[in-house]
Structures are given as C-alpha cells and as structure tokens.
T-cell receptor
Framework: RKEVEQDPGPFNVPEGATVAFNCTYSNSASQSFFWYRQDCRKEPKLLMSVYSSGNEDGRFTAQLNRASQYISLLIRDSKLSDSATYLCVVNRDDKIIFGKGTRLHILP | EPEVTQTPSHQVTQMGQEVILRCVPISNHLYFYWYRQILGQKVEFLVSFYNNEISEKSEIFDDQFSVERPDGSNFTLKIRSTKLEDSAMYFC???????????FGPGTRLTVT
C-alpha cells in the first residue's frame, strides 16, 4: 500500500464551483501534513499546512482527521488560476513524503 | 523572501558521464533534501541530509549517487555514471526543522542521451 494515496483525477470543474480533494496516509507515525501545489514543469509550492482543528486561507480550507488518517482540501469559488496538480504531503521522521497528486482543470 | 536556488536549470549529458547538480538552500535551514520527478510521475524522495550526514535515503539512491555540503552553503548531488533512466527533474529542498514546511528549489532538468 502506498504511504500517501490520492485520486489522480483529473477533476474538470467549471469556474466558480467548489471542489474537494481527499488524501489518505497509511503510517500513523506521520507527524505533520501539508498541501502543495505544482504547476506543469515547476517545483512544488506550499499551499497550506493542515491541522486537526482545520484551517482556512481565503478560498482554501484544509482538514486533518488523525483517527481516520485522512486529509482534505476544499477550494471554494474556483478560479482559472487554480488549475494545477495538488500534492498531499506527509512528514514522517525527517522525511517529506508526497502523494502522486490530483490534477485539477478549471473550465471557463 | 529567501528562496532555494539550483543550478543549472537544464543539464544535458551523455550516458555514462558524471553530473553534479548544485543547490543553495535557505541560509538558516538545517535539513536538506533531494527529490526527483520523472515526467508525468510523482515526486520521489532520494535522500535527506542533516548535521553533515545522510539521515535517510531511498532505494533509488544507490552507489551511483552521492551528496555533499562542502562549504556550508552549497548542497550538491552527484551522479557518477548517468543512465538513460536518470532523466528527470531534480528538486532540492530545505527546511528549518524536521516537521516544518519544505521549501523547494526550481529544479534542474537532467536529460541523459
């Protein structure tokens, strides 16, 4: 079983819609969690950290459920510029572990 | 805002040649990483480096690979004898502690012909 699993998509979503991504991780020793965004042929860039209490940054909301080993990302009022691959990232010991990513296409 | 930098942005080499990829991590960071991403595939962990030594490495990081932090600022990845399958984007990353966000460099595209 992969350590971090995501639905690869693609998700094709009309502009203005709300879209949600999920991610599961297999190792309960994982210690911290992030969503990164990656544009085509570019480096991963931090979108937001994920906390059990849930956290929001503008149109983006992230949630962690440690009991279910599940992480989510919600994007509201999606923009064309949100088109990218969204990477679920988990820290275990001092290792940063990436999911394969979920591709999102926002349609005009 | 400080950034991780990498050089060169693109390296073309022949199979069997040695390459050195260079990274300058953010100056107060203590943990350093190399990742690779083959086109269309996931970002794969290669190696982590802390306190001047390798702390963890993946199966990909075999005897052909080595890392160094020779002068306290540069962090290099050497591939001794490149293979066609080493063609990928190589990302360097650094962070202040073992649980914080990782900051990634823009990558070096390695093409082995």
């Amino acid at each position: 079983r992969k350590e971090v699993e995501q639905d690869p998509g693609p998700f094709n979503v009309p502009e203005g819609a709300t879209v949600a991504f999920n991610c599961t991780y297999s190792n309960s020793a994982s210690q911290s969690f992030f969503w990164y965004r990656q544009d085509c042929r570019k480096e991963p860039k931090l979108l937001m950290s994920v906390y059990s209490s849930g956290n929001e940054d503008g149109r983006f909301t992230a949630q962690l459920n440690r009991a279910s080993q599940y992480i989510s990302l919600l994007i509201r009022d999606s923009k064309l510029s949100d088109s990218a691959t969204y990477l679920c990232v988990v820290n275990r010991d001092d290792k940063i572990i990436f999911g394969k990513g979920t591709r999102l296409h926002i349609l005009p | 805002e400080p950034e991780v930098t990498q050089t060169p942005s693109h390296q073309v080499t022949q199979m069997g040649q040695e390459v050195i990829l260079r990274c300058v991590p953010i100056s107060n960071h203590l943990y350093f990483y190399w990742y690779r991403q083959i086109l269309g595939q996931k970002v794969e962990f290669l190696v982590s480096f802390y306190n001047n030594e390798i702390s963890e490495k993946s199966e990909i990081f075999d005897d052909q690979f080595s890392v160094e932090r020779p002068d306290g600022s540069n962090f290099t990845l050497k591939i001794r004898s490149t293979k066609l399958e080493d063609s990928a984007m190589y990302f360097c990353a650094s962070r202040t502690d073992s649980q914080g966000r990782g900051d990634f460099g823009p990558g070096t595209r390695l093409t082995v012909t």
